[in-house]
């Protein structure tokens, strides 16, 4: 296993049930976790797909990734956030942008309370529902995650809202049960520790003390923004099959294709 350079204060990756923990990009694990077992009993495969953080990689953290044999970065970031933080190439990987739009820049100064914070995050994740264009690049995503025989990655800026999203959806398609789902989905909170706890000092130390239950809202993931989703879902098409098929444009050969990827073919 790899456990370069984690922080003193990280969380203890002994704790952690991935196997690889990168000191560049915090939030790099894969999306089948340690092995997580579907509702039938059957085991998720590792190796098959990873999710992460922006990749401001070192070398070291680059080759890693790259000896994992992953031959696809897809980057889910807006242009304006690329152009800021271009990923660094990991070699033998070609780079796909497929652009969803994410938290708004600068939204959280405008902000007046914790309340409206998670009010925004909440709509942000409904639109990851009802906004065509998010609808067409997640579907875009999940088709070349259907269609590939390597390893692959995908990733937005913190790797907790549209990559969130995108492995919530995964982990369902492969019947993985909600309580693990959703525990999955709040990992970014403690594997991200280290980062969140940085960027609300330069808050606190640039825009006040006062300003950081504003950002922190912004800055965790919280089961009421995944539940903003599904809610948006069900209005929107009933159910996640039809969001699936409907809302992302995908036949039942490509969930099909994603579930053979996710999942092992003997059940316990």
Same mark, same amino acid.
């Given at each position: @296993?790899?456990? =370069?350079?984690?922080?003193?204060?990280?969380?203890?990756?002994?704790?952690?049930?991935?196997?690889?923990?990168?000191?560049?990009?915090?939030?790099?694990?894969?999306?089948? /976790?340690? /092995?997580?077992?579907?509702?039938?009993?059957?085991?998720?495969?590792?190796?098959?797909?990873?999710? @992460?953080?922006?990749?401001?990689?070192? $070398?070291?953290?680059?080759?890693?990734?790259?000896?994992?044999?992953?031959?696809?970065?897809?980057?889910?970031?807006?242009?304006?956030?690329?152009? +800021?933080?271009?990923?660094?190439?990991?070699? =033998?990987?070609?780079?796909?942008?497929?652009?969803? !739009?994410?938290?708004? $820049?600068?939204?959280?100064?405008?902000?007046?309370?914790?309340? *409206?914070? &998670?009010?925004?995050?909440?709509?942000?994740?409904?639109?990851?529902?009802?906004?065509?264009?998010?609808?067409? +690049?997640?579907? #875009?995503?999940?088709?070349?995650?259907? !269609?590939?025989? !390597?390893?692959?990655?995908? $990733?937005?800026?913190?790797?907790?809202?549209? #990559?969130?999203? #995108?492995?919530?959806?995964?982990?369902?398609?492969? /019947?993985?049960?909600?309580?693990?789902?959703? +525990?999955?989905?709040?990992? !970014?909170? &403690?594997?991200?520790?280290?980062?969140? %706890?940085?960027?609300?000092?330069?808050?606190?130390? $640039?825009?006040?003390?006062?300003?950081?239950?504003?950002?922190?809202?912004?800055?965790?993931?919280?089961?009421?923004?995944?539940?903003?989703?599904?809610?948006?879902?069900? %209005?929107?098409?009933?159910?996640? /099959? #039809?969001?699936?098929?409907? =809302?992302?444009?995908? *036949?039942?050969?490509?969930?099909?294709?994603?579930? %053979?990827?996710?999942?092992? =073919?003997?059940?316990?």
């Amino acid at each position: @296993s790899y456990s =370069g350079g984690v922080t003193d204060d990280a969380p203890d990756s002994t704790a952690l049930p991935d196997l690889l923990r990168l000191a560049s990009a915090d939030n790099f694990r894969d999306v089948a /976790g340690d /092995g997580y077992r579907t509702a039938d009993g059957r085991t998720l495969r590792t190796g098959v797909f990873f999710r @992460s953080n922006e990749l401001q990689l070192t $070398h070291e953290d680059a080759a890693t990734i790259a000896g994992l044999g992953i031959t696809a970065v897809y980057d889910l970031r807006e242009s304006t956030e690329v152009e +800021a933080h271009p990923d660094v190439e990991v070699p =033998g990987a070609r780079w796909h942008h497929v652009e969803v !739009t994410g938290i708004p $820049h600068g939204v959280g100064a405008e902000l007046a309370d914790p309340g *409206d914070a &998670e009010a925004a995050i909440c709509d942000v994740y409904r639109r990851f529902v009802t906004d065509p264009a998010s609808r067409a +690049a997640f579907g #875009t995503l999940l088709s070349g995650l259907a !269609t590939s025989t !390597t390893a692959q990655l995908f $990733h937005c800026t913190a790797g907790k809202d549209r #990559t969130g999203w #995108t492995a919530a959806l995964l982990l369902r398609l492969a /019947g993985v049960p909600e309580d693990v789902v959703v +525990a999955d989905y709040l990992r !970014t909170n &403690e594997i991200g520790l280290a980062t969140r %706890t940085k960027y609300l000092g330069l808050v606190a130390e $640039h825009l006040g003390a006062d300003r950081v239950p504003v950002f922190e809202r912004i800055m965790v993931a919280d089961p009421a923004y995944l539940a903003a989703a599904d809610e948006a879902v069900a %209005t929107s098409y009933g159910d996640l /099959g #039809t969001y699936l098929r409907d =809302g992302l444009g995908l *036949d039942d050969a490509t969930l099909e294709a994603l579930r %053979t990827r996710l999942v092992s =073919g003997t059940a316990a």
